[in-house]
T-cell receptor, first 108, second 113 residues
Framework: KNEVEQSPQNLTAQEGEFITINCSYSVGISALHWLQQHPGGGIVSLFMLSSGKKKHGRLIATINIQEKHSSLHITASHPRDSAVYICAPMDSNYQLIWGAGTKLIIKP | DAGVIQSPRHEVTEMGQEVTLRCKPISGHDYLFWYRQTMMRGLELLIYFNNNVPIDDSGMPEDRFSAKMPNASFSTLKIQPSEPRDSAVYFC???????????FGPGTRLTVL
């Protein structure tokens, strides 16, 4: 069983839709990263959180440490949000455990 | 700050050749990470440094791979001799601390023919 599971693996939505990507993990963690990888390959760190909720623009990330679950939400989605979104919990040794990613396509 | 800088952005070489990838971390960051990304294995941590000292190289695939950090502003990842299965995108990242956000470079796409 993978230590990190993301769902869905692929998501196609229309512009303007509310997007939710889920991440479940099985190990104890100190924090969790959400990263975005653009079609060109570049990786951008969106959030690092260890509790509660963080918001940046149209992006919201939440985490429930007890339930070992995190979600990434995108409000008013736009085609430029099309990318792969990666959940990466950080274990007790501060090593990132990489999820397989969710490929998001937003159609105009 | 310009962010993490990697060079070259693309490298095509023939099997058996030596390949050197370069990284300049964000100034002031004490940690530097080398990752490899392939379709089959996703993102893998190869090695990371703290204050120029290698801390964990357990992810380095084999002796053909070596990494150095001679000073706080420069690191290299060397593959000698290169093999086709080394073809991947290699990312460098840096952070203030282990528990802090890692900032990624644009990556080097390596193709070994």
């Amino acid at each position: 069983k993978n230590e990190v599971e993301q769902s869905p693996q692929n998501l196609t939505a229309q512009e303007g839709e509310f997007i939710t990507i889920n991440c479940s993990y099985s190990v104890g963690i100190s924090a969790l990263h959400w990263l975005q990888q653009h079609p060109g390959g570049g990786i951008v760190s969106l959030f690092m959180l260890s509790s509660g909720k963080k918001k940046h623009g149209r992006l919201i990330a939440t985490i429930n440490i007890q339930e070992k679950h995190s979600s990434l939400h995108i409000t008013a989605s736009h085609p430029r949000d099309s990318a792969v979104y990666i959940c990466a919990p950080m274990d007790s040794n501060y090593q990132l455990i990489w999820g397989a990613g969710t490929k998001l396509i937003i159609k105009p | 700050d310009a962010g993490v800088i990697q060079s070259p952005r693309h490298e095509v070489t023939e099997m058996g050749q030596e390949v050197t990838l370069r990284c300049k971390p964000i100034s002031g960051h004490d940690y530097l990470f080398w990752y490899r990304q392939t379709m089959m294995r996703g993102l893998e941590l190869l090695i990371y440094f703290n204050n120029n000292v290698p801390i964990d190289d357990s992810g380095m695939p084999e002796d053909r791979f070596s990494a150095k950090m001679p000073n706080a502003s420069f690191s290299t990842l060397k593959i000698q001799p290169s093999e086709p299965r080394d073809s991947a995108v290699y990312f460098c990242a840096s952070s203030f601390a282990l528990a802090q956000t890692q900032y990624f470079g644009p990556g080097t796409r390596l193709t070994v023919l």
